[in-house]
């Protein structure tokens, strides 16, 4: 635990700019610092230099003097920028490079007081052996090596820089004495320059390639700004990690200074390469650098970019608030991580961040303080007048009282994503999936879509609508169609059974009416044959002429009908069609004006061509049926036997059939039964006329059934088609995301859609076994589950993967081996004409709907559906979503536990990659238990709270101490507070393949 004299509060790791190599006036070789006051010049041109340096790491040749003459101006007032000054100090090996000799770098951590002397006493151990003595690394050894390889030299200072270029460390020598120091191994770093002037890049011999090796192992940090170097050394380019740590003993950070001789290049670097730490101003946090070197160093002319600094929350402070002990908080805008005690007030600075950007929701202020999970909630009645005050990156601040008196007001809109404890519970319960996941899951599918794909929709029901109707309004059509083909198939059918009757029918018919006729003949008189033979001919052609007037009646009664459906379809139908293409086709953006003209009208003036067709079939039946023949002489013919009785009009035909009738028989008891016998032939001829054409009709029907069948079928596999386009549209919805899952390594790639037909067999075999089969009848459908278990072997697998002409072609077969034994299990037999017409009429129905197919889409998380995973799975899937799938989002998002339900072991495999990811893009701040979700994910500011002694009726104090991994009052507490701290830092330095002992 923190206690009140270690307390701290920072914003944590943050990109500064690092000076590693820069030397100062007076070094002891090459030095151009001239002018009247070289050291004045020197740190004006530091103290005003930009990108504002923070950390310093002054350069010279073996010695620290210039290092300790920067402290002294530091301690003056001067630099005040820099927060971090450390020696470094530089040597040369005794191993040649491309021009020169490999140069190595010992950075000094200066939190030890006595660092100077400690170091000097490690540089004394150093030997270099020329001219029959033996020269220790010292000030006085160096000026006495440099008189002895130049005895004319007789200044100390010249001494000094010859001595310098001369002397030479061996590689070896270095490594022990290093190995042999603890201080040295606890308190410097190595660099080593990677250029191949004075490099190991200069080292290009095969011969030299172990030593290059070697070296480059020993070197904690390499001197580079070249990006194929940082590459290499990150493990992205030309070598694994492992490699990198079978070889060289893991990854290291490459860093680049100005090498500054002079005042012109003071901060400087070449290409505006500067250096970029992430951390606090501490050595330490180079020490953190060599462990993540991908995440806490770069170089490049301005450090790598975070979230927007308008939706990073900068700095929460809390007013009116007595139990505040820390009453303001600086918030990194990376992951911050709050940890703590039970009870110690992490959830409850969770909840006040959460409250400054309006993201806790009305429901959560309106829940119960006796079973919310939420600080304020609970706390309500003792929170009096206290407020939160946000300040954002931007500059903005945004005040709200803690108790929700003022949340959610209606301009009020959430600045942050609050994944609380209730929302997830909400989301991920184990009572099922919500409606709030499945709706999460789809907002982020409909911000993956690039604007210019979305066609306008403003949300993903909204955007697969739009991509559906089209398939679904085909599916609805070619359905209508089927079932009026069905209609039509059923009567063929109904005809195609009736043929047998009415052959019999017309067979009976006809030997009815040959009786009629010789019973008539038996009434004839003899002596009237002639007369009888006329009327008999004049019959016929009344007959004829009566069905001709008939089919004029009919069209007359049919041009009547079409005047009256003309107007029904003026005055209802077609507006209303138009009505419904409107409303389907709402984003048409067609005025009113347009849209009349998709008014259904009829092509030509069909008012006047039908008063016209009235007109004329009336002229017809009166021109055929002729005015009324008064009665005259019944023995003078009305026409002469010439005539052409086929031209003339039915009544002067019925008058002259009158006139012979009397002529035939006197009796007029005989003369009536002639008469009426002839009536009856008359009509049993048109009879038999109607019975011919029916029976016509139905021996057609055969031909015509299998043309409107193949048209039902083709109309089922569009109906099909319809289906796989849907089906198809829907994948389309999915593509952007998917592709980026594809893409993807680790946990993301366990996250993946699917599109599907959904066949509920049951649900269809089940009408016709209850509704339409008699199952008591013997036959393959016999009793309750035989269609469904057939169906489920024979469609189902058409239905659910095949194309449209695979689903055509099983139902075509399922009907040509299946239909007689279906139809002999009706309920009706076919001589039950109007109960079997109803009956076929469902069956068919039934047989092409298609309402139990549906196109579904599924959620799927390591191959299983969300619906079927454990609620601490889904939370995952949650998380996925915002940590790595939510780029259209960029406010803050604040996690409640986001390891609860899941084991140390699920939450490093599936979590930490996601954190890391996030934080490079968004603010995220989060309430932990977990050691590995702060360590691992090398959490950016670690805020530890704790709370005091609890008085009665009142809050505890609650007090917040904050820094980063680099601080070492954060790690202790990191590990005494988390459980598996100490474990964590272990696998992390495992999973980053680093050792810092050399």
């Not at 120091?181 to 410097?188: G, P, Q, R, T, V």
């Not at 590459?231 to 070598?239: P, Q």
């Not at 009815?512 to 038996?522: H, T, V, W």
């Amino acid at each position: 635990m923190v206690t009140k004299n270690e307390q701290v509060i920072s914003r944590g790791s943050e990109w500064r700019r690092w000076e590693p190599h820069i030397h100062a006036p007076g070094t002891v070789l090459n030095n151009q610092f001239g002018g009247d006051s070289p050291w004045e010049t020197y740190l004006t041109n530091l103290e005003t230099v930009t990108p504002k340096i923070e950390a310093l790491a002054v350069t010279d040749y073996y010695l620290t003097d210039t290092y300790e003459e920067v402290v002294r101006q530091k301690m003056a007032g001067r630099l005040p920028d820099v927060q971090l000054i450390f020696p470094n100090v530089e040597l040369r090996l005794d191993v040649a490079a491309k021009s020169g000799f490999v140069n190595v770098h010992l950075l000094v951590s200066p939190e030890d007081p006595n660092h100077i002397a400690e170091l000097h006493r490690v540089l004394q151990r150093l030997q270099f052996h020329a001219h029959g003595d033996t020269f220790n690394c010292t000030r006085h050894d160096l000026m006495s090596l440099g008189k002895k390889a130049d005895s004319s030299i007789v200044d100390d200072r010249a001494a000094l820089s010859h001595g310098a270029t001369q002397f030479k460390v061996n590689f070896d020598q270095l490594r022990r004495v290093m190995r042999e120091s603890d201080w040295a191994k606890a308190n410097i770093l190595i660099a080593v320059a990677g250029a191949t002037g004075d490099g190991t890049s200069g080292l290009r011999q095969a011969a030299d390639a172990t030593m290059r090796q070697e070296i480059e192992k020993f070197a904690h940090i390499i001197f580079s700004s070249s990006s194929a170097q940082r590459d290499f050394w990150s493990g992205r380019k030309g070598v694994t990690f492992e490699q990198l740590k079978e070889r060289y003993g893991g990854c290291k950070p490459c860093l680049h200074g100005s090498d500054a001789h002079d005042h012109k290049t003071v901060g400087q670097p070449v290409e505006e390469r500067y250096s970029w730490i992430k951390g606090g101003l501490e050595f330490d946090a180079l020490r953190q650098a060599c462990i993540d070197p991908e995440g806490r160093a770069y170089v490049g002319n301005e450090s790598p970019s975070t979230a927007m600094p308008s939706q990073v929350i900068s700095s929460l402070s809390v007013a009116d608030a007595s139990w505040a002990a820390t009453s303001e908080i600086p918030l990194n805008p990376g992951l911050v991580a709050i940890i703590g005690a039970r009870g110690s007030g992490k959830t409850a600075l969770a909840d006040m961040i959460a409250a400054g950007c309006d993201a806790i929701t009305p429901d959560a202020w309106s829940a119960s303080a006796s079973i919310s999970p939420s600080f304020l909630v609970r706390a309500r009645q003792l929170l009096g007048s206290a407020t939160t005050t946000l300040t954002w990156g931007g500059g903005a601040s945004v005040t709200r009282f803690l108790d929700g008196r003022d949340a959610n007001g209606h301009l009020a809109f959430p600045r942050a994503r609050y994944l609380s404890q209730q929302f997830v519970e909400e989301l991920c319960s184990s009572a099922g999936v919500s409606d709030g996941l499945i709706a999460e899951i789809e907002r982020v599918i409909f911000d993956a879509h690039p604007h210019d794909d979305l066609d306008g929709a403003i949300d993903f029901a909204e955007l697969r609508d739009f991509r559906t109707a089209r398939f679904q309004q085909a599916r609805e059509r070619e359905s209508e169609a089927i079932a009026d083909l069905s209609e039509r198939i059923a009567t063929e059918i109904e005809k195609e059974a009736s043929t047998a009757s009415l052959v019999v029918q017309v067979t009976q018919k006809t030997g009815q009416i040959k009786s009629y006729n010789e019973d008539l003949a038996k009434l004839i008189v003899k002596g009237t044959e002639a007369q009888a033979i006329r009327h008999t001919q004049l019959g016929q052609v009344v007959q004829t002429l009566r069905g001709t007037i008939q089919a004029y009646s009919n069209q007359r009664r049919t041009f009547i009908a079409l005047q009256d459906e003309v107007v029904s379809t003026r005055t209802t139908k077609a507006p209303e069609l138009l009505r419904q293409a409107k409303e389907r086709h709402s984003h048409s953006r067609l005025s009113q004006q347009q849209w009349d003209e998709f008014l259904l009208i009829y092509k030509g003036d069909v008012d006047k061509s039908l008063a016209s067709y009235v007109e004329w079939s009336d002229q017809q039946i009166a021109l055929l049926t002729g005015p009324g023949i008064p009665a005259g002489d019944p023995n003078t013919p009305l026409f002469p036997d010439t005539a052409d009785i086929s031209k003339l009009t039915l009544n002067t035909l019925l008058a002259e059939m009158n006139r012979l009738e009397a002529l035939l028989n006197a009796d007029n008891v005989i003369r009536g039964q002639y008469s009426t016998l002839s009536k009856r032939i008359a009509q049993e001829n048109a009879a038999l006329l109607s019975l011919q054409s029916r029976l016509a009709d139905a021996q057609g029907a055969a031909a015509r059934r299998k043309e409107l069948q193949n048209e039902r079928d083709a109309a089922y596999g569009r109906v099909f088609q319809a289906i796989v386009n849907e089906q198809t549209s829907l994948a389309d919805l999915y593509a952007p995301l998917m592709t980026r899952l594809t893409a993807s390594t680790g946990t993301l790639r366990k996250l993946g859609f699917s599109v599907r037909r959904v066949v509920d067999v049951t649900a269809w075999g089940a009408i016709a076994e209850e509704k339409l089969l008699d199952r008591r009848k013997s036959g393959p459908f016999q009793g309750r589950g035989a269609l469904i278990a057939l169906v489920d072997a024979t469609l189902r697998p058409a239905w659910e993967t095949g194309s449209a002409a695979d689903v055509e072609a099983a139902m075509a077969n399922f009907i040509s081996v299946y239909m007689r034994d279906l139809m002999s299990q009706a309920p009706f037999g076919q001589n039950q004409h109007v109960e079997f017409r109803g009956w076929l009429k469902q069956f068919a129905h039934w047989l092409f709907a298609t309402d139990h197919i549906s196109v579904r889409y599924e959620i799927v998380y390591d191959g299983i559906d969300i619906r079927k995973l454990s609620p601490g799975t889904r939370g995952i899937v949650l998380l996925l979503l915002y940590l790595a799938l939510d780029d259209a989002d960029d406010r803050p998002l604040i996690i409640d536990q986001p390891e609860e339900n899941l084991d140390p072991k699920s939450v490093f495999e599936e979590l930490v990659a996601l954190f890391i990811a996030a934080k490079a893009k968004r603010q995220v701040i989060m309430v932990t238990h977990n050691a590995n979700l702060v360590i691992n994910t090398d959490a950016d500011q670690i805020i530890v709270a704790d709370a005091g002694p609890h008085p009665t009726g009142g809050l505890p104090p609650l007090q917040y101490t904050s820094g980063g991994l680099e601080n070492a009052v954060i790690r202790k507490a990191v590990c005494d507070i988390l459980e598996g701290g100490e474990e964590a830092f272990r696998e992390r330095a495992r999973r980053l393949r680093v050792r810092l002992d050399r």
